[in-house]
């Protein structure tokens, strides 16, 4: 109960001490810091950035990695060949999240970079794209580091529910007629619903506090489009020195992860508990 208090109530504490006063001076100035976050059109740029980042994030894992446990799961039945595919999905998810970001950026730099020379030889583009530079394609290119480092954790948990499916009972299916489509939605889907709302309970909160890889790739840049709520909290706190404002800004932060997790919660609760 001491550590407890010591690592999670007293910082809480202390970050809500620190939002009702002025970090230099020390004078208490109440709710001034929660009102400005309000009237802060970057705070709210970057929580639409954040909200972008998360959906596209979130819909893209989760498609992508049931799609291929279930193309695995039902064209792959060598032992070796399953153990081979689950070595190759582990290797994304252990590279440390800025080693993904540099190999990712000298993936996406312009001149050098192998996907433009790749492009060009190909004839698909006809000067070097600036991924990193444009608001769209620099959006798209810290997405693409996080699905390649965490669709394999979607495809591993959604492989390990398919595993769970009596074979009987898919058999008895087939018997039946079902194949494709109505085989998954009737039969495996069912099996995957609980461990589906539990992947997504764990990839909102870590797609939501996204920091390493979008800080080497374009920190923050090109202009706003991806600062995202953790690199604007750093930029306040870090650059800015505003620790009053940034605690005031994480405890938003706090209280929005919060509902949204509580939400996602309770759905899991009942779905576990059905």
């Known amino acids: 109960m001491a550590l407890l208090a010591a690592l999670v109530v007293y910082p809480l504490l202390y970050n809500v001490g620190l939002s009702l006063r002025n970090y230099r001076t020390g004078e208490f100035v109440g709710l001034h810091n929660f009102a400005r976050a309000l009237e802060d059109p970057q705070f709210f740029a970057s929580l639409r950035a954040t909200g972008v980042y998360v959906s596209a994030a979130l819909a893209t894992e989760l498609t992508l990695g049931l799609a291929l446990a279930l193309l695995v799961h039902r064209t792959i039945h060598s032992g070796w060949a399953r153990a081979l595919v689950y070595v190759l999905f582990l290797i994304p998810m252990v590279t440390p999240p800025v080693a993904a970001g540099v190999i990712a950026r000298l993936i996406y730099t312009p001149t050098y970079g192998i996907l433009n020379v790749l492009l060009l030889r190909l004839g698909a583009i006809s000067s070097d794209v600036l991924w990193l530079s444009e608001p769209a394609t ?48 009737h039969i495996e889907f069912p099996y995957l619903q609980s461990l589906l709302l539990l992947v997504l309970v764990f990839r909102f909160t870590d797609t939501f506090r996204v920091f390493d890889h979008v800080q080497v790739l374009t920190a923050g840049g090109p202009g706003a489009t991806t600062e995202f709520l953790s690199l604007y909290l750093y ?20 209280l929005v992860t919060s509902l949204a997790f509580a939400v996602l919660g309770r759905y899991l609760v009942r779905e576990v508990s059905a």
């Not at 699905?147 to 979607?154: A, D, I, Y």
């Not at 930029?235 to 706090?254: I, M, P, Q």
């Open 138 to 185: 620099a959006m798209f290119a810290v997405l693409s580091v996080d699905v390649w480092q965490w669709m394999p954790f979607v495809f591993l948990v959604c492989f390990a529910g398919l595993q769970a499916v009596p074979a009987d009972t898919v058999e008895a299916a087939r018997v039946d007629g079902a194949d494709g489509w109505r085989l998954f939605w």
């Open 235 to 254: 930029r306040v706190a870090f650059k800015f020195f505003n620790l009053s404002y940034a605690a005031a800004l994480s405890l938003f932060v706090l």
